[in-house]
């Protein structure tokens, strides 16, 4: 993951790239220019390429990276001028290290087409939906339960439940919008919403490295969207687990069924015996794994299949690209909306001389007015393919050297 520089180290690189006249490298329309700093960077930066930048105008937006004590640093400006030989631009505001790409991005090459399709069955679906995408992934779960023998899985659902709690419900939402708190809040969030004790307070932290749980910072946020005055939000919290006291539940989980960015219902499971041990964080990794393994079988058994969507072709606007991924935009659109991190997607990169088919994920997102941006990772792309890929749009033939540089991770 690329890491934004602190401010005060940043300053001192800028000053750095002038005072020792550091290459900066900057691959544009397949050709790889070195640039250095004319000019000690303050509000502005002036850049003196070692020759013309075909096709550059004002305006266009250019990734440079330089290597300083064997640290790959990069960072992005916008054009502002072209004047005697020199590149004129905003001082950078971030620059980034430990880069997450392992091939440093270019401008698309003019006669590059790209299509995209969804990888697996898709759905447009009547339930909650939230903005994770979550896979199938049961397989590893096969030798313990039966995913197409939803009767039997219910009742070893039941089963084990009897064994950590005294009471338990399950709820697929059938197009039933949900009602009470608890329920709002699964459906917003996606996360599990864990009391392991309400004499206690909700959860501070989330130690799962993909965030599972409702942490206390995340159910305010949940009440203050709801309406709630930020001024009575801890006493919306107070009264909130002691009503759950008061109803003699002593320990709580409400964990989402989830299916692809969908939230189709949840499993709901109490302690309300004082002498009961209460939840631990082992009751949360098996419900949710009790959850996938039910909307897998909900899908196998055809429980989706009047929502689910014809595969077609689409094409967004590529903004870079390197040899490991591509950064594309897309409109808002219903379409859009399902471009989530996590999601896989079918990509055939169409040159003149030759079509490329690799699978992808997206691995980041962000938005503007009138468009998302879609970070996406190549997954299993062939080396023969990966070195055309490279040669392609960086114009020069794939070295040693190159591999060690561009890889952006030391």
């Given at each position: ?14 000053k ?35 020759d ?43 620059l ?27 759905f447009?679906?009547?339930?909650p ?24 899985l ?7 439940v ?5 009471g338990?419900?399950l709820?697929?939402f059938k ?7 608890e ?7 996606g996360?599990?919403l ?17 965030k ?10 949940f009440?203050e969207s ?26 709580d ?42 909307a897998?079988?909900l ?8 929502g689910?969507i014809?595969k ?12 490991s ?19 896989e ?6 040159t ?7 699978a992808?994920?997206?691995?980041r ?19 023969e393919?990966m ?9 020069r033939?794939?070295?040693d ?7 952006g991770?030391?």
């Amino acid at each position: 993951m690329a890491t934004p520089i602190k401010r005060i180290e940043k300053d001192f690189l800028l000053k750095v790239l002038y005072d020792e006249q550091l290459p900066l490298m900057l691959f544009f329309n397949r050709v790889n220019y070195t640039l250095t700093v004319d000019k000690p960077p303050k509000e502005s930066i002036f850049l003196k390429p070692n020759d013309s930048i075909q096709g550059l105008k004002v305006g266009d937006r250019i990734d440079l990276i330089f290597d300083y004590h064997s640290q790959v640093i990069s960072f992005s400006l916008k054009v502002q001028s072209i004047k005697d030989s020199l590149i004129g631009a905003e001082a950078p505001e971030f620059l980034y290290k430990n880069l997450g790409r392992s091939f440093s991005r270019v401008h698309s090459p003019a006669d590059l087409k790209v299509e995209f399709t969804f990888h697996g069955d898709r759905f447009n679906l009547s339930f909650p939906k939230v903005q994770d995408y979550e896979q199938d992934e049961v397989v590893g779960f096969m030798d313990k339960f039966d995913p197409l023998n939803i009767k039997e899985l219910v009742n070893q659902l039941a089963s084990w439940v009897q064994e950590s709690a005294t009471g338990y419900k399950l709820v697929v939402f059938k197009g039933n919008k949900p009602q009470s708190m608890e329920e709002k809040v699964i459906a917003e969030t996606g996360k599990t919403l864990f009391l392991p004790s309400t004499q206690s307070e909700f959860p501070k932290t989330d130690p799962y490295p993909k965030k599972r749980i409702v942490t206390e910072e995340i159910f305010k946020r949940f009440l203050e969207s709801s309406g709630v005055d930020g001024v009575y939000v801890d006493d919306t919290v107070k009264r909130f687990l002691e009503n759950k006291k008061n109803a003699n539940v002593y320990s709580d989980i409400w964990v989402p069924i989830l299916f692809q960015e969908y939230v189709i219902g949840y499993i709901h499971a109490w302690i309300d015996s004082a002498g009961k041990p209460p939840f631990d964080y082992g009751v949360v990794d098996t419900l949710y794994q009790f959850g996938k393994i039910l909307a897998y079988s909900l899908k196998e058994h055809g429980y989706f299949a009047q929502g689910k969507i014809k595969k077609e072709p689409f094409q967004g606007r590529i903004v870079d690209i390197s040899a490991s991924g591509l950064l594309f935009a897309y409109p808002h659109s219903a379409l859009s909306s399902a471009l989530l991190p996590d999601s896989e997607l079918d990509v055939r990169l169409i040159t003149e001389k030759r079509t490329i088919k690799t699978a992808s994920q997206i691995v980041r997102r962000y938005r503007d007015p009138k468009n998302g941006f879609y970070g996406v990772r190549f997954l299993d792309i062939a080396p023969e393919d990966m070195r055309y890929l490279f040669e392609y749009i960086y114009g020069r033939a794939f070295t040693d050297a190159d591999a060690s540089f561009l890889a952006g991770k030391v």
